[in-house]
T-cell receptor
Framework: DTGVSQDPRHKITKRGQNVTFRCDPI?????LYWYRQTLGQGPEFLTY????????KSRLLSDRFSAERPKGSFSTLEIQRTEQGDSAMYLC???????????????FGEGSRLTVL | RKEVEQDPGPFNVPEGATVAFNCTYS??????FFWYRQDCRKEPKLLMS???SGNEDGRFTAQLNRASQYISLLIRDSKLSDSATYLC??????????FGPGTRLSVLP
């Protein structure tokens, strides 16, 4: 399977614990995005990388959230001291640049569902 | 005001009906526009890009009105398989893609 893969698919944790999600994008894609989605809402942008550089970070991303893409391939999203409000689906997407413009097609993984008790 | 707004629905329509969804965006500097489709408990997938002159893909027609900051999606001859949530997506300067809350469509037999 050469699509975007995310791990773990489900994570249940207690409030205050740290969690880390991993995303492996489509191999030739240089852009990688993290989104968060709660029930009945559209995906909310968290952050985005071009290769290993983190180019944009949402105001939604508090100091407890950190994302890395150390070699410009896979990425990790860590949430420290989790709160119940962090419960959501965390979606990763990748895309590639075509000519001077991005085609607009984000390829999403199936997501990592976080439940904070 | 949210950056991208949509009527959440649900829109319940019979098979064969024509249904239209609207979307408004707040940032006049928005550059690119898209409709994504998300099936229940699945990831979003690109349905179609929206071009300034309007564009059609089979039963789907997308329109953009930059002056009114308004995007639409028209689905003709609805099929049961069209039941999904339709997400309006706007790309601002840079590469941030902003998603609307989605409009839920149920096509009934």
């Amino acid at each position: 399977d050469t699509g975007v893969s995310q791990d773990p698919r489900h994570k249940i944790t207690k409030r205050g614990q740290n969690v880390t999600f991993r995303c492996d994008p489509i191999s030739e894609h240089n852009r990688l995005y993290w989104y968060r989605q709660t029930l009945g809402q559209g995906p909310e942008f968290l952050t985005y990388f071009q290769n290993e550089a983190q180019l944009e970070k949402s105001r939604l991303l508090s100091d407890r959230f950190s994302a890395e893409r150390p070699k410009g391939s896979f990425s990790t999203l860590e949430i420290q001291r989790t709160e119940q409000g962090d419960s959501a689906m965390y979606l990763c997407a990748s895309s590639n640049r075509v000519g001077a413009m991005n085609t607009g097609e984000l390829f999403f993984g199936e997501g990592s569902r976080l439940t904070v008790l | 005001r949210k950056e991208v707004e949509q009527d959440p629905g649900p829109f319940n329509v019979p098979e064969g009906a024509t249904v239209a969804f609207n979307c408004t965006y707040s940032n006049s500097a928005s550059q690119s526009f898209f409709w994504y489709r998300q099936d229940c408990r699945k990831e979003p997938k690109l349905l179609m890009s929206v071009y300034s002159s309007g564009n059609e893909d089979g039963r789907f027609t997308a329109q953009l009105n930059r002056a009114s900051q308004y995007i639409s999606l028209l689905i003709r001859d609805s099929k049961l398989s069209d039941s999904a949530t339709y997400l309006c997506v706007v790309r601002f300067y840079g590469q941030n893609f902003v998603f609307g809350p989605g409009t839920r469509l149920s096509v009934l037999p």
